[in-house]
């Protein structure tokens, strides 16, 4: 590094809760970003404490009032997005198809609706931040690029999809193995 200050940017983790072809989705409220538009229940690690796997189980039960045990967490895809004034974040989102509890509302000074909607018709009114990480998740795609443009609006609009998936390798099955990692070294 040449003297100049290490780039960083927020981590968000972003809960697909399923139910059959369905999404929950919660409408932002009040002084936060995005008010009134619609988003997958989601927040930000507290701390080097916390990894994202921990930060969904919390915020899942902090937004929605659901209990997500750590076995039913699954990854679905990352997405490195950059808001219209260039601020930028990268965010997980995890699917989750198993929890205990009823999800509702559990933060109505951030959130005032919460409902179940299709998968494949999200409403209109979308964040296009999360509506980019759905779109790739339904695609099949583990890594994503959403990089809005100066005068892009927040809400999804069709005429300014920015979404891009990176590619990604597909070992065979037989190369998939649940075993630690070992790293190659030449001899």
């Known amino acids: 590094m040449s003297g100049r200050q290490r780039y960083t940017v927020p981590v968000d983790v972003h809960l697909i809760l399923r139910r059959d072809s369905e999404v929950l989705v ?7 970003y995005a008010a009134g538009l619609w988003h997958l229940p989601s927040g930000h690690l507290d701390g080097p404490h916390e990894d994202v796997a921990d930060a969904l189980i919390r915020e899942a039960r902090e937004e929605t009032g659901v209990v997500v045990d750590r076995a039913d967490v699954r990854a679905a895809v990352t997405v490195h997005h950059r808001e219209p004034g260039g601020s930028a974040r990268v965010g997980f989102f995890f699917e989750v198809r198993r929890w205990t509890g009823e999800p509702r509302v559990m933060e109505p000074d951030v959130c005032d609706a919460m409902t179940w909607v299709p998968l494949d018709a999200l409403p209109d009114g979308t964040v296009a931040y999360c509506r980019a990480g759905l ?5 099949g795609e583990h890594l994503a690029v959403h990089f809005l443009r100066p005068g892009d609006p927040i809400a999804h609009d069709p005429a300014a999809d920015r979404l891009q998936a990176v590619p990604g390798v597909n070992p065979l099955p037989a190369q998939r193995s649940s075993a630690p990692l070992e790293t190659h070294r030449e001899q």
């Open 135 to 139: 779109e790739a998740y339904r695609a």
């Open 26 to 32: 919660s409408r932002r409220a009040g002084a936060v």
